[in-house]
C-alpha cells in the first residue's frame, strides 16, 4: 500500500543522535568524493547534499540558531579577509560596468517573476518573491504579509541556491582542470596565530551579535564582513581562518540550507517544478551570458566573471571563490556585496510595487 504524503519518513522515527550521526557520515563520504573529483567547494556541497536526503526523508533534527549565526559571521569574516582596497579600487575602476550587470540581473529575475505571476504557475505573488536573487531570509519575511506561500517562497529560493552553487562548482572544475597549476593537499591542522586567531574569533563573535541587534538582513554575516573588511585592510586585523574551521562552517551552512527542503515543500512544489527549474535556468543563463560579455570586454578570466555574476548565494559563491586559486577574489565579491546590498535595499519595496499590480 503507498504511503499517505502527511505520514512522516523513516529518518522521523530515529532518534536525534542517530539522525545527526546519519548526517555526518553521509556528509562526510559525499565531501571527500566531490573533493576527489576535484569540485570547488565540496566541503559544503556534499552536506548540503546530504541534507537535502535527510530533509525530503523527514529527518527532524535542524542546525541550532547559535551555531549556524556563528558559521555566517565566519563566513562573514572570510569574505571581510578577501575584501581589500583591491575591491574598492575594482568597484571605483568599472562602476558603471559593476552597476549596470546588478542591475540586469535584478530586472531578469523580476521580469521571470512577474511572466510566471501573469501566467498562474504559482498561486498568488509567490513567484515574484521567489525569484529574488539573493536575500531569501527578508524575502521570504515580507512575502508572507502579500499572501504568497513561505513554503514554495522558501522552496524556490533554496532550489536556486543549489543550482547555482552545483552549476558554479561544475564549471569551476572544468576551468580549473584547464590550468597547469597543481592542487595544493588541504592541511586540516596547520600552525596558529594564537593571537590573530582569537582577533577572528573576537570578530566573529561581536560581529555576530551587532548584525542580531542591529536586526538588518542577514546582518549575522554582512556585520562581520564589513566591521573586519575595514580592520583588515587597515591591518589593524589579521584574519585567520584554519581548515578545520572552515569545514565545520561550510557543513552548518549546507546543513542549513538541504534539511530545509522537507516532503512537505517537495511535495507542494512538484507540478511547479518543471516552470521553476526552466526560470532558474534562464536566470543562471542570463547571468553566464553577463559573464560572457565581462570576458569580452574586461579581459577578466570566465571563472571570475562566472562566480560574480551568479544569481543568489552569496555565501556559497564566496566559498567556491575562495576555493580556486584562479579567481580574483576582490572582483567577485565586489560584485556580489554590490548586488546583495541593492537587493536588501529595494528589493522587498520592488517586489511589493509588482505584487501590488498583479494581485
Known amino acids: 500500500m503507498r504511503a499517505r504524503s502527511d505520514e512522516p519518513g523513516w529518518l522521523a522515527r530515529l532518534p536525534a543522535v542517530a539522525q545527526w ?4 557520515l553521509c556528509s562526510a563520504a559525499l565531501a571527500a568524493v566531490l573533493e ?14 546530504a541534507g537535502v536526503v535527510f530533509g525530503a526523508n523527514s529527518a527532524t533534527i535542524r542546525v541550532p540558531r547559535l551555531p549556524y549565526f556563528g558559521a555566517q559571521a565566519i563566513v562573514g569574516c572570510l569574505m571581510a579577509r578577501a575584501m581589500t582596497a583591491d575591491i574598492l579600487v575594482s568597484f571605483l575602476k568599472d562602476w558603471p560596468l559593476f552597476l549596470a550587470v546588478v542591475l540586469a540581473v535584478i530586472l531578469a529575475s523580476t521580469t521571470l517573476g512577474w511572466l510566471m505571476t501573469r501566467w498562474q504557475v504559482l498561486p498568488g505573488t509567490t513567484a515574484i518573491w521567489g525569484t529574488s536573487p539573493g536575500a531569501a531570509t527578508a524575502m521570504m519575511v ?13 522552496f524556490m529560493q533554496y532550489l536556486r541556491v543549489v543550482c547555482v552553487a552545483i552549476a558554479a562548482s561544475i564549471f569551476g572544475r572544468f576551468w580549473i582542470e584547464g590550468s597547469a597549476a597543481p592542487a595544493h593537499p588541504i592541511v586540516w591542522f596547520p600552525a596558529i596565530d594564537a ?7 573576537a570578530l566573529a563573535g561581536v560581529g555576530a ?4 541587534i542591529s536586526r538588518l538582513p ?5 556585520v562581520p564582513m564589513v566591521i573586519g573588511a575595514v580592520l583588515h585592510a587597515t591591518g589593524l586585523v589579521r584574519i585567520e581562518l584554519p581548515e578545520w574551521l572552515l569545514a565545520i562552517t561550510y557543513a552548518l551552512l549546507g546543513w542549513n540550507i538541504g534539511l530545509g527542503f522537507t516532503r512537505a515543500i517537495l511535495g507542494h512544489a512538484w507540478r511547479a517544478l518543471p516552470q521553476i527549474m526552466l526560470s532558474i535556468t534562464v536566470l543562471i543563463g542570463f547571468c553566464a551570458a553577463l559573464a560572457f ?13 562566472y562566480l560574480a555574476t551568479s544569481p543568489g548565494g552569496m555565501d556559497s559563491v564566496a566559498i567556491i571563490a575562495a576555493s580556486s586559486r584562479q579567481v580574483d577574489l576582490p572582483f567577485v565579491m565586489a560584485l556580489q556585496t554590490l548586488r546583495f546590498m541593492i537587493v536588501i535595499l529595494i528589493g522587498p519595496a520592488l517586489a511589493r510595487f509588482i505584487a501590488r499590480r498583479t494581485m
Open 21 to 24: 550521526s546519519g548526517l555526518l
Open 36 to 49: 576527489f573529483a576535484g569540485l570547488p567547494a565540496a566541503l559544503l556541497m556534499g552536506p548540503m547534499i
Open 142 to 154: 515580507v512575502s508572507e504579509s502579500f499572501g504568497a506561500d513561505v513554503r514554495l517562497v522558501a
Open 195 to 201: 593571537l590573530a586567531f582569537g582577533e577572528t574569533l
Open 209 to 212: 551579535v551587532l548584525g542580531r
Open 218 to 222: 542577514a546582518g549575522n554575516f554582512m
Open 293 to 305: 560579455l565581462l570576458t569580452r570586454m574586461l579581459g577578466i578570466d570566465p571563472l571570475t566573471a
